[in-house]
C-alpha cells in the first residue's frame, strides 16, 4: 500500500489556483475592456449604418 504522502492529492493543486494575483487580475480587466470596447463600437457601428 502507497503512503498518502507520496503522491499530492488533487484538491491540493486546485487550492493553489484559487489565489487571484494582482498581475491576473489586472490582465483580465484590461482583456474585459478591450472585450467591451469592441462589443460596444461594433454595436454603435451596426446601429448607425441602420
Not at 486546485?14 to 474585459?32: D, N, P, V
Request: net charge positive; hydrophobic share 45%.
Amino acid at each position: 500500500m502507497a503512503d498518502k504522502n507520496e503522491l499530492p492529492l488533487p484538491g491540493d493543486a486546485e487550492k493553489k489556483k484559487r489565489e487571484i494575483s494582482s498581475t491576473r487580475l489586472a490582465i483580465w480587466l484590461i482583456a474585459g475592456g478591450f472585450g467591451a470596447y469592441l462589443l460596444i463600437s461594433g454595436l454603435l457601428g451596426i446601429l448607425s449604418k441602420g
